[in-house]
């Protein structure tokens, strides 16, 4: 098996997971809530919560592979190259 199908686990993962879960249980409502009439402004706000659980899940892994699997791949850098690598860490925080 190769890490790119199996085995590629990181700390945050299963943080991930439940926040996908969570999203999953809120997307699961507001379809509810569209079949029950309820009104739109109540939906609304279960769709803010469930875009905000999965942005924040994405965020997460995204971070988590700058933290760990870019890091391992470019190896030690000097001063330059390393603020280069955590400036884009940074910026990512905005996606």
């Known amino acids: ?13 299963s943080d991930i997971v439940k926040r996908l879960k969570r999203a999953e249980g809120h997307l699961k409502s507001v379809i509810a809530m569209i079949e029950d009439g309820r009104p739109c402004l109540d939906i609304a706000q279960q769709l ?40 884009f860490r940074t910026i990512t925080k905005y996606l």
Request: with cysteine; glycine share 6%; net charge negative.
């Open 1 to 13: 098996m190769s890490e790119a199908t199996h085995g590629h686990r990181h700390d945050t993962h």
């Open 48 to 87: 803010h919560a469930v875009e905000k659980a999965i942005t924040n899940a994405k965020r997460t892994l995204i971070q988590d592979h700058l933290d760990h699997c870019l890091e391992d791949s470019v190896g030690s850098l000097g001063r330059q190259q390393r603020q280069a690598i955590d400036e």
